[in-house]
């Protein structure tokens, strides 16, 4: 299901229009009445009224788009995500000024109504979009049957007819820059034969186009595998791997092992093609079902590539 599509608490659309009425009410008082504002402060008049109409124009004009994201703020996050940066760097932009003494204390008054009053609602809109979009679009797993039916691997065969004649290892990656999916393949290439006298047939899933996925396992030595181009995740999705949360994709660990796998053992980062939250995915099918996988931690996990096939064998025996 959609993000758009979701259902939202109504204080949002409620919080959203008072937004749009602060702003255009703010604005329109900016651009009539540009030196009422420093007159109530007992500040110097500005030489150009016209910079602070401006910025009375853009307010308004923010106001517009909160109207708009008032009747479906998930789908129109970006407007809200815009509008708490404004009131972010506003207040920054201020305590600057307060402490080379530019503006009087009593001019933040307008920094509270302005800006701080709607940090906590439009945080919590966004974080109510991405908990969403998190869990966006997983399939039914009854639905795993068909996908394995029809998707077709780089050698025009599916996943269900490879699984009938050996266990298939399933290797699902998260894009083709990702310096932990250079890793997890150069991993693979040294112990291609290890795993082929295991008696499984590897299979990579990427998110590339199928040209492209071929060239990038070539540069491996594994371009004589398996590979599927899943652009639209359905086998991602029908596998149940959902897209990571920003500890499993940007905590410490994730940048301390970067480092490790990036720099210091020279794998690298390319440029992102796919959906750079989907978190990687291993498992192993047998006769068109999953009969063991594999839970990645974070993105920069490793599993034993080995260990992990003999305990699904031995699971399926």
């Not at 795993?144 to 266990?167: C, F, G, M, W, Y």
Request: some cysteine; proline content about 5%.
């Amino acid at each position: 299901m959609n993000v758009a599509t979701k259902k939202f608490p109504a204080w949002m659309t409620y919080t959203l229009l008072a937004a749009a009425l602060y702003n255009g009410l703010f604005g329109a008082w900016t651009v009539l009445f540009p030196n009422h504002l420093f007159a109530l402060n007992h500040i110097a008049l500005p030489n150009y009224p016209e910079l602070w109409q401006c910025v009375g124009m853009i307010v308004g004009v923010y106001g517009l788009g909160y109207f708009i994201a008032a009747f479906n703020p998930l789908r129109h996050w970006p407007i809200v995500l815009v509008g708490l940066l404004g009131k972010i760097f506003g207040p920054i932009g201020f305590a600057k000024a307060l402490w080379v003494g530019s503006f009087p204390l009593s001019f933040g008054a307008i920094i509270i109504t302005n800006d701080l009053i709607w940090w906590v609602p439009f945080f919590i809109i966004l974080k109510k979009t991405y908990t969403e979009w998190l869990s966006n679009d997983v399939l039914d797993p009854s639905l795993l049957d068909s996908v394995l039916e029809n998707i077709q691997t780089s050698k025009e065969e599916n996943l269900a007819k490879l699984s009938q004649n050996n266990p298939t290892l399933v290797v699902l990656l998260r894009h083709k820059g990702c310096t932990f999916c250079r890793e997890a393949l150069a991993y693979l290439a040294a112990i291609r034969s290890q795993l082929e006298s295991l008696g499984v047939t590897p299979v990579i899933v990427h998110q590339s186009e199928p040209i492209v996925g071929q060239s990038f396992l070539e540069d491996y030595a594994l371009g004589d595998w398996h590979h599927i181009s899943d652009p639209d995740q359905l086998l991602y999705r029908a596998l149940g791997l959902q897209r990571g949360t920003l500890g499993q994709l940007f905590g410490l660990q994730v940048f301390k092992r970067g480092w490790e796998a990036g720099v210091c053992q020279s794998h690298g980062i390319g440029s992102l093609d796919g959906d750079g939250f989907q978190m990687p995915g291993l498992v192993l099918l047998h006769n068109s079902q999953v009969v063991y996988r594999y839970d990645f931690k974070d993105a920069s996990d490793r599993p034993d590539y080995i260990a992990f096939v003999k305990a699904g064998l031995l699971k399926s025996s």
